[in-house]
């Protein structure tokens, strides 16, 4: 039975200086989560860095807007706008979820299957594909952070000029490292990349 104790994270500054290679002075965006936790959650203090004017492109760093062509021609911008991470182990692995929100600028609908075309990839060259949540896997109380527990395993379809938003889900072995989320919506054409780590270093 998988456990209902989650640590909820965005990404560590500390990965982000040592994955772009610069220094900086400015401090990351700190929001406090509640002192007693509801439910068997841990409280953490999330980190993130302030996301980046928007514009077109396919990498970045959680949470940053990329926009991402799709097999039917048209493109979605996608957000990933918080993660939780169990922290028990069950069969060696512990539950990342990477809650998403999916925004269709176009002036079609988008239907489609999220999770088909994503992965997470860690510095040793391990992939782990999306995979259909597990009892446990979510985090009971999404909305506090902007997400929403909608399974992006299954098929979604998006209007235009809508959003919707849902819930990535990946189980990973060994421990925190740093890692990137790549999601593909044209059969691995085109991928877009965020740099984030799997848990609080």
Not at 2 to 11: A, K, S
């Amino acid at each position: 039975m998988r456990t209902l104790r989650f640590l909820l994270p965005i990404v560590s500054f500390a990965v982000l200086v040592a994955c772009t290679g610069e220094s900086t002075t400015t401090s990351p965006a700190v929001t406090s989560a509640p002192s007693t936790p509801a439910g068997g959650v841990d409280p953490l203090v999330p980190y993130s860095p302030s996301p980046t004017p928007f514009q077109e492109r396919t990498t970045g760093f959680i949470p940053d807007t990329l926009t991402l062509p799709s097999a039917d021609g048209g493109k979605l911008y996608l957000t990933p706008v918080t993660t939780s991470m169990t922290t028990g182990f069950v069969d060696g692995m512990r539950a990342l979820a990477v809650y998403v929100t999916v925004e269709n600028p176009g002036d079609a609908a988008w239907s489609g299957t999220l999770s088909a075309g994503a992965q997470v990839t860690d510095l040793n060259g391990k992939v782990f594909q999306a995979a259909a949540p597990a009892p446990g896997d979510l985090h009971p109380d999404p909305k506090r952070f902007g997400g929403s527990n909608r399974d992006l395993s299954k098929q979604i379809t998006v209007p235009p000029g809508a959003s919707i938003k849902g819930a990535l889900v990946f189980h990973i072995t060994e421990g925190n490292r740093p890692i990137t989320l790549r999601i593909s919506l044209d059969g691995g054409a085109t991928w877009a990349e965020w740099a984030t780590n799997l848990g609080v270093f």
